[in-house]
């Protein structure tokens, strides 16, 4: 990713009760957060979190109930005053900032949606959405102004005037991202912001949002303990286990690398096709040959051979995918050929081909047709790598069994 940080995360700590600092000992001991609890009943929230949030993209942090997810996010704004560590918003450490600094900080950047909708009930839904530029002190007249604009990004405006209980849950959720957006936030925290909606709305919720991103880029920190929606509307996933971040990644990394049995446990279930595309899963693990080995088909046959493969991939120099020969027809070409400049197209196999972008699903019935893998090309018609039915199907199985799968390598190029 190349964006800029926006937010980054050291070694931050948060230690709930009365003993912080033995706890803290007790940690870097190596005690565990259920024995540090039995010794000190204090509670270990967050424990050594360091992870980077880049500029514009939406980051969910996902895990169990108690894995500290709310205490993670509310640290990211000193809602929660860390233990120790440091959280940069744009370099400048808010953990070091003083009160008014702080106050500066989350009125320039920061803003919070929380899960239940907790709208002012004998406030007008305009009301509501202003009513956090209202806390920062802006002027009547332009906290309506921009809490209508809000409103119209939900799709609201006509319900300016109207009372919250006049509106369905669904709607009540958009008047609490109203507000959020209100006060044009760099940076949108929601914590299980659409986690009270039933799934129709989420859903609707989940679109929305996406839709407000591609309109105008925002960062968002998006709490969820639901797969679904992480997979959704993530850029970017980190997945929290008993106050630690245990991995980060984009979906399709951790669908791919799951860290550890409970990172795999949360994606068990989860159907890969939906979420891989070709380019994801394609391995560089085939026979390559460039096309003016057609001058000398001899070389191409002894690569074949060398590596044990039927079938080797025709490249120009640029990388562009010709075709495919096999090492029959290149037999073929030497008996029956006067030595060819070029490999000529009748020894090349029908080209069949995917992009790297397409789903899994789409590519099924291209794997399942030839005998050779499936190569997978860029925009521009490159050779990125190849799908053989063998890793298609590993791919599909390695969510479903325990053991994990033995993934080709994509970057142990054949020779
Ligand atoms: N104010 C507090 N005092 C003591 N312990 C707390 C406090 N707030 C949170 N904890 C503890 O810190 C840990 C992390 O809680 P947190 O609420 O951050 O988890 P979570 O992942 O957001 O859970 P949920 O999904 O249920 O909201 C839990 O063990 C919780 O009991």
Known sequence: MTEPVKIEVKNLYKIFGPQPKKAMALLKQGLDKEAI??????????????????????????????????????????????????????????????????????????????????????????????????????????????ALQALEQVGLEAWAESMPDELSGGMQQRVGLARGLAVDPDILL???????????????????????????????????????????????????EGGRVVQVGTPEEILQNPADDYVRAFFRGVDPTNILTAGDIATQTQVTIPITDGKNPRAGLQRLVKNDRDYAYVLDSEKTFKGVVSTDSLRDMLENDNVPHLIPNAYLEEVVAAHKDDSLQDILPKVAAHPWPLPILDDDGRYLGAISKNLFLKTLHRNQSDEPADMEPATNGAQ
């Not at 859903?203 to 407000?212: G, P, Y």
């Open 37 to 146: 609890f039995e010794k000190t009943e204090t509670t270990v929230g967050v424990q050594d979190a360091s992870f980077e949030i880049f500029k514009g993209e939406i980051f969910v942090i996902m895990g169990l109930s108690g894995s500290g997810k709310s205490t993670m996010v509310r640290m990211l704004n000193r809602l929660i005053e860390p233990t120790s560590g440091q959280v940069l918003i744009d370099g400048e450490d808010i953990v070091a900032m003083n009160d008014d600094q702080l106050v500066k900080v989350r009125r320039a950047k920061l803003s919070m949606v929380f899960q239940s909708f907790a709208l002012m009930p004998h406030m007008t839904v305009l009301q509501n959405a202003a009513f956090g530029l209202e806390m920062d002190g802006v002027d009547k007249q332009t906290r309506e102004q921009r």
């Open 190 to 240: 929601m914590d299980e912001a659409f986690s009270a909606l039933d799934p129709l709305i989420r859903t609707e919720m989940q679109d929305e949002l996406l839709k407000l991103q591609a309109k105008a880029k925002r960062t968002i920190v998006f709490i969820s303990h639901d797969l679904d929606e992480a997979m959704r509307i993530g850029d970017r996933i980190a997945i929290m």
